[in-house]
């Protein structure tokens, strides 16, 4: 096996006809939502639930990449029924500030 001394040296690896592929797959950004951050203990036992309501014309998908984010960021579990995501804990204004800085307003209501 070769040792390679620099970076340069790697280019020897690719062969002299390669041409890259650009991704065929774009994404179209997430149209700017009217939010509303729900804060509720109902029925929980006493442990509290952010409820985020008001999501139109979007797909399950965009949802599911919207909660996916806000969880990956936060480190907390949730979920996603009837188009409205559930997040396990009381952190709503950490969660305003992610969807506020991803272009989407947020009303906070209750609580």
């Known amino acids: 096996m070769k040792k390679f001394n620099s970076l340069n040296d ?3 690896l690719i062969p002299k006809n390669y041409k890259s592929v650009p991704p065929s797959e774009t994404k179209t950004p997430i149209p700017a939502q009217d ?3 729900h804060f509720s203990v109902k029925g929980r036992a006493g442990n509290p639930v952010i409820i985020i309501k008001g999501f139109s014309d979007l797909k399950k998908d965009d949802i599911n990449n919207i ?6 960021k936060l480190g907390i579990g949730g979920s996603i ?3 409205e995501i559930y997040f396990q804990g009381n952190k709503r204004d950490k969660i ?3 969807l506020e ?3 989407h307003s947020v009303k906070r209501v209750g609580g």
């Open 101 to 103: 800085s991803l272009g």
């Open 10 to 12: 790697l280019s020897s």
């Open 67 to 72: 909660a996916k984010t806000i969880k990956n």
């Open 96 to 98: 305003t500030l992610i």
């Open 35 to 37: 939010l509303e951050a």
């Open 81 to 83: 029924r009837d188009n």
